[in-house]
């Protein structure tokens, strides 16, 4: 399955940079296959970062995966469509992604803690009082 399709970025940026982004002969329609070239750069972008601790994903990728793709989808139609970094609205969150990627390629984050998971610990044993405020063994 993509990380990142068409209509996943439809709604998230107006219409007339998805084209622009994509109209790479300049007649004002999307190039056949510009997506696919886009789409395909981003995955190789997300698979380099995260390889050294995940490979890619065959079947559906988490979500944290799914919102990278957005982001760097969105940066990419941008970029393509001329708009220099300094302008592009896109380049501060993907910057923020590539770096919780590469965070995640380290293992210094796992996948299921981009995503919100969270686990408890117990790090000492657990003390238990009497009503009368006593220590218990």
Known sequence: ???????????????????????????????????????????????????????????TPPAVIRHAARVLACEALYLRGGVLPDNNPWTAAAKGVRDLLARIGRGEVSLGAAQGDSADAITEPAKCYSRKGDLMA
């Open 1 to 59: 399955m993509a990380y990142v399709t068409m209509d996943d970025i439809e709604g998230m940026i107006p219409a007339a940079h998805i084209t622009r982004g994509l109209d790479d002969d300049k007649d004002g329609e999307a190039d056949t296959g510009a997506w696919d070239a886009l789409e395909t750069a981003v995955e190789d972008e997300i698979n380099g970062l995260i390889a050294p601790a995940c490979g890619p994903y065959s079947g």
